[in-house]
């Protein structure tokens, strides 16, 4: 399937019918997901995949009852880093120079400039920042999963403190900011399967400067 048409083929999935996804599959989301780009390559963020039913049991009252939490094949929970520290710049910093087998000196420019960026923020800001970071490797996550031709519903509801709490999230310097169940739709009770996506036309949201 070209990108557009597993664009069209996929939605927000409201029932999922429970079948496991084969692993083949969500090794690929996942690594569409470790490939997606972040601001200055720092990845600030954290992926958690849970199979687990009894864990997911105790995540859908925190995620509004939405069932695919518990129907889905695997769970992914987007969290971000709490705190940003100069170890993490540095432990970036060295993954730059084994990838790339360049030296220190030459990217001490870049070091500073990224440890600059964090300083001159509030966490909050820093925080912020991250969470944006989470959201493009989401949206990766779900272009990736429509091209493999596996369901899947982007959630923002759900309790994040609480979430955080079930997972001892804050003792990892984790908080979470997005869910992403992957799954099969169940074709016959999903409502929402046969309806028409609702989108603006082109002309309403493209603006071309020629
Ligand atoms: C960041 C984000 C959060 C969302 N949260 C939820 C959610 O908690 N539950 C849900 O059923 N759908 C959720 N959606 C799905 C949107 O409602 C849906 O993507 C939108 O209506 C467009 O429809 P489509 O994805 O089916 O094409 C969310 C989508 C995004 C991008």
Redesign the pocket.
């Known amino acids: 399937m070209d990108v557009v048409n597993a664009l069209r083929w ?3 999935c ?1 029932k999922m019918s429970g079948a496991t996804v084969p692993v083949e599959k969500i090794e690929k989301v996942l690594e569409a997901i470790r490939l997606a780009p972040t601001s200055m390559g720092f990845q600030p963020l954290t992926v958690l995949v849970i199979t687990n039913l009894e864990l997911r049991k105790k995540i859908l009252p925190i995620a509004n009852n ?1 069932s695919q939490v518990v129907d889905c094949s695997h769970l992914l929970v987007f969290c971000t880093w709490n705190q940003f520290t100069t170890e993490q710049v540095a432990s970036y910093m060295q993954l730059i120079m084994d990838t790339r087998g360049v030296t220190a000196a030459s990217i001490s420019g870049f070091k500073q400039a990224l440890e600059n960026l964090l300083a001159n923020r509030t966490l909050e800001e820093n925080r912020e920042w991250a969470a944006k970071q989470a ?1 493009l490797a989401f949206g990766v996550g779900i272009t990736a999963a429509a091209m493999e031709g596996v369901d899947a ?6 309790n994040p403190g609480l979430l955080d709490e079930l997972l001892a999230l804050e003792k990892q310097g984790l908080r979470s900011v ?1 869910l992403l169940p992957l799954g099969q739709r169940d074709e016959i009770n999903d409502w ?1 399967l046969k309806l028409p ?2 989108r603006q036309s082109a002309s309403h949201l493209f603006i071309h400067l020629d």
Not at 153 to 158: A, I, S
């Open positions: 996929r939605y927000a409201k939405q959201y519903t982007p959630m923002e509801g759900f997005l929402l996506k609702v």
